[in-house]
């Protein structure tokens, strides 16, 4: 079955390059994958959107994803001005870069419908800071998807973010990649418990 | 060897192992990322012996191509949409000069308005410039349609434009076989040019031709690219041999054999056909889809062969011809034998709009119960085209359109899609 990511961000956050390295992340796997931009005026700061398909077959399909399997939000200031939650699968996943909770951040009702195991909010922009030098999510959240989704293997997305930058930057997003790959295991260890307790 | 790449990245890849000789090269989105990522080549001596040349305006770059291939270079350039339309004295010059010329157009619209988004206005704007055009599906077929355009350029001496949608392609990471120096070297000799500036065998290039000589300039230019209709498949077929994967030729049939109903399109907008064609066969529709390759020559018999057993054709196009309706439906309709009330025109897609399955399902399953007009706008807004209408019934300066549509719109950034 075809899964699809719709990652929501500013421009200047990586939103782009984020989808590219979870399809090469994917296409390490053998598997097919689709990613593409929104084409939007990318002007910093303004709202961007991109998509990432993955499948085991060729993706010919070209439309925008309108009913995503996973979302990876870069920026909690877009739950105000953008419908990101729109067309998402009931059972889909969502992970929000944010040092809040989902009740914190006023989502207390659309978390409680829906399983605490596919959801999840991870401090990456702080995590970037630290360990990048730059408030560049993407890596830190790509870690996260793997740990939450399970739909990609974190040492695939390791791979992806050594191919696409100099040794330097790249180690850098690795540690920041693994660090919230633990951060949401450890996170979603809890709810589990949680829910079983 | 396989690779997740951008579309920008593999078509590149595959004109730098077509050996350019020179590249002229002018920013326009969204066809930017090849040319620079073929300038880095060059930088980094990976792609040599080639130069690099940054030009002043898409007129300079066509026209440098031009000299180049003139002097037995092998030639290549990229543009888009406005910059297709500023090179156009140039682009009619290649070819009437019969130089073989390779250039991407990463399709864009056309302005005013002005709209960096992808359809296929720019390109067929150029529909009768005498340039063999090709349009690719996905970004395998642009980067072989490279491959083959310039094998096809020099043979025949013609230019060759290699169409793929702006963005959608240009912009789209996803997973290309990208072939071996060795098996591109097989597949495409050197360049040996029909005529060249040599100072050691002097000719001039680009004579004056009168009315006792310009008819048949013409004609030959026009026989020639009839006769090209019978050597692409033929290429195609080597193409095959020689990478192992289907590529080019005329056109791309699918689940065509019973079909009643018949898709007509070209570049990416197929696949996501495709994809809504087997949801409706699985539903026991019997509709189909043809895919045109090639635009120019036009394939008016392989066309007129696989609509043979089709009751009606949907022709959905990214283009509009203002005051008529389609373009590329007008050349289906000609080579139809069947009654050209049953070719329906779908215009979509224009400036970028998404076409979405949801709206293909729709419109095809009209064509198939007989409601689907001859002319529709796929997901036209009907209700602000009204009321832009009735504000120019009701006030004299009604203002200017684009930006009447856009206030009666709202803010569109923060739509999704």
């Avoid at chain 2, 309709?333 to 979405?356: M, N, Q």
Wanted: proline fraction near 5%; glycine fraction near 8%; charge should be negative.
């Amino acid at each position: 079955m075809m899964f699809q990511v719709r990652i929501h961000g500013r421009g200047g956050q990586g939103v782009v390059t984020a989808a590219e390295l979870l399809s090469v992340a994917a296409f390490r796997e053998g598997r097919h994958a689709q990613a593409f931009p929104s084409f939007g005026s990318e002007r910093t700061g303004a709202p961007v959107v991109a998509f990432c398909r993955i499948d085991d077959k060729p993706i010919r399909l070209r439309e925008p994803v309108m009913a995503p399997d996973a979302l990876i939000i870069q920026d909690p200031t877009l739950l105000h001005q953008v419908d990101v939650f729109a067309g998402l699968a009931p059972d889909g996943y969502i992970l929000i870069n944010t040092t809040r909770s989902f009740d914190e951040l006023g989502l207390g009702e659309l978390a409680a419908g829906r399983g605490a195991d596919h959801l999840c909010t991870v401090p990456a922009t702080e995590m970037a800071m630290r360990l990048v030098g730059r408030p560049v999510p993407n890596a830190a959240l790509l870690g996260g998807f793997a740990a939450l989704s399970g739909r990609i293997s974190i040492d695939s997305v390791h791979a992806a973010i050594r191919e696409k930058f100099p040794a330097k930057i790249a180690e850098a997003n690795v540690a920041a990649a693994i660090e919230a790959w633990q951060y949401v295991t450890d996170e979603q260890r809890e709810a589990s418990r949680a829910q079983a307790g | 060897m396989l690779k997740q790449v951008e579309g920008s990245a593999a078509v590149a890849e595959a004109v730098a192992l077509c050996r350019p000789e020179v590249i002229c090269a002018y920013p326009i989105s969204p066809q930017t990322h090849i040319v620079e990522a073929l300038g880095r080549m060059v930088a980094a001596g990976t792609l040599t012996p080639c130069e690099f040349i940054n030009v002043e305006s898409e007129f300079a770059a066509m026209s440098v191509a031009i000299g180049a291939s003139a002097a037995g270079a092998r030639a290549y350039t990229a543009t888009a949409s406005q910059g297709l339309l500023f090179m156009a004295e140039a682009v009619y010059n290649a070819a009437g000069l019969g130089l073989p010329i390779v250039m991407t157009v990463a399709n864009r619209a056309i302005g005013a308005p002005i709209n960096i988004w992808n359809d296929h206005t720019d390109a067929l704007s150029q529909r009768d410039c005498g340039w063999i055009q090709l349009f690719a599906e996905d970004n395998q077929e642009a980067l072989d349609l490279h491959i083959q355009a310039f094998r096809l350029a020099e043979e025949l001496s013609i230019p060759v434009m290699v169409c793929m949608d702006g963005f959608i392609l240009t912009h789209a990471y996803e997973r290309v076989d990208v072939p071996t120096q060795q098996q591109v070297d097989a597949y495409l000799p050197r360049y040996e040019p029909r005529q060249v500036l040599d100072p050691a065998d002097p000719v001039s290039i680009g004579a004056m031709v009168g009315p006792d000589a310009f008819m048949e300039v013409r004609y030959l230019a026009h026989a020639k690219q009839r006769r090209t209709l019978e050597l692409i498949p033929a290429w195609a077929d080597e193409f095959r041999r020689v990478f192992g994967r289907d590529s080019g030729g005329l056109t791309h049939s699918y689940q065509i054999e019973d079909a009643e109903t018949v898709v007509v399109a070209l570049g990416s907008v197929l696949g996501t056909i495709k994809d809504t064609v087997d949801e409706m066969r699985a539903r026991g529709v019997k509709i189909g889809v043809l895919g045109i390759t090639c635009f120019r020559p036009w394939p008016t018999a392989a066309v007129r062969a696989a609509l043979s057993g089709a009751a009606r054709v949907v022709v959905l196009e990214k283009s509009l011809a203002v005051g008529l309706g389609g373009i590329i439906s007008n050349n289906v309709a000609a080579s139809w034998t069947g009654s050209s009330d049953l070719v329906h025109t779908v215009v979509a897609g224009l400036g970028g709009r998404a076409i979405t399955k949801q709206s293909l399902h729709r419109v095809f399953g009209e064509a198939v119960a007989g409601s689907l007009e001859p002319l529709t706008f796929l997901d036209l807004d009907v209700d602000v085209v009204e009321r832009v209408l009735a504000r120019e019934r009701e006030q004299r300066r009604s203002g200017p359109i684009a930006e009447t549509i856009l206030r009666e719109l709202g803010v569109a950034a923060t739509k999704i899609v």
